[in-house]
T-cell receptor
Framework: DAKTTQPPSMDCAEGRAANLPCNHSTISGNEYVYWYRQIHSQGPQYIIHGLKNNETNEMASLIITEDRKSSTLILPHATLRDTAVYYCIVRSFQKLVFGTGTRLLVSP | DTAVSQTPKYLVTQMGNDKSIKCEQNLGHDTMYWYKQDSKKFLKIMFSYNNKELIINETVPNRFSPKSPDKAHLNLHINSLELGDSAVYFC???????????????FGQGTRLTVV
């Protein structure tokens, strides 16, 4: 299973962009990068996923480097409700393998 | 309407007991999963079923037995409960095991199991 590395915690001011990095240097060519978040022990919530192109949806943007060895999740205007643990996952053989994630704290 | 629902939400039981957790999804997905989140908040996959067939079994003790009566349900039965089984158990579902391009897994809200 491809392994991901994320900083354990990050802070962000409310209204500012939150940029969450992830390294996945052992990713293989057909493996997707997924981002999920977990708010206070609720079920993980899907945010976005991509293969090699940058992706954007109503929640976030995903920037994947050209060599696919790292990616960045961007929350353009973080709110207090975005405080959560964010997981970067490389999908492996039909399953999502979660790492330890980044605890994002959004402050007023 | 809740997409993936689990019951019960909380379960407190004594060591040695047998208990079941139920999961149902109304998304029309054909693949369902059980994940375990321990006290250190590490989320680990346990099982995956596709069209009622077991496709992933991640070295889980055989006291844990998943059962899928149909595509919309995946129940988890646990025999002879141990203290170390205390955790939050999450059910999830997806379409075709995440193998098609634009698909994601949806998770339930979890069942907090406490073994005393």
């Amino acid at each position: 299973d491809a392994k991901t590395t994320q900083p354990p915690s990050m802070d962000c001011a409310e209204g500012r962009a939150a940029n969450l990095p992830c390294n996945h240097s052992t990713i293989s060519g057909n493996e997707y990068v997924y981002w999920y978040r977990q708010i206070h022990s609720q079920g993980p919530q899907y945010i976005i996923h991509g293969l090699k192109n940058n992706e954007t949806n109503e929640m976030a943007s995903l920037i994947i480097t050209e060599d696919r060895k790292s990616s960045t999740l961007i929350l353009p205007h973080a709110t207090l409700r975005d405080t959560a643990v964010y997981y970067c996952i490389v999908r492996s053989f039909q399953k999502l393998v979660f790492g330890t994630g980044t605890r994002l704290l959004v402050s007023p | 309407d809740t997409a993936v629902s689990q019951t019960p939400k909380y379960l407190v039981t004594q060591m040695g007991n047998d208990k079941s957790i139920k999961c149902e999804q109304n998304l029309g997905h054909d693949t369902m999963y059980w994940y375990k989140q321990d006290s250190k908040k590490f989320l680990k996959i346990m099982f995956s079923y596709n069209n009622k067939e077991l496709i992933i079994n991640e070295t889980v003790p055989n006291r844990f037995s998943p059962k899928s009566p149909d595509k919309a349900h995946l129940n988890l039965h646990i025999n002879s409960l141990e203290l170390g089984d205390s955790a939050v158990y999450f059910c999830a579902s997806s379409q075709r095991g995440l193998m098609i391009r634009n698909t994601e897994a949806f998770f339930g809200q979890g069942t907090r199991l406490t073994v005393v």
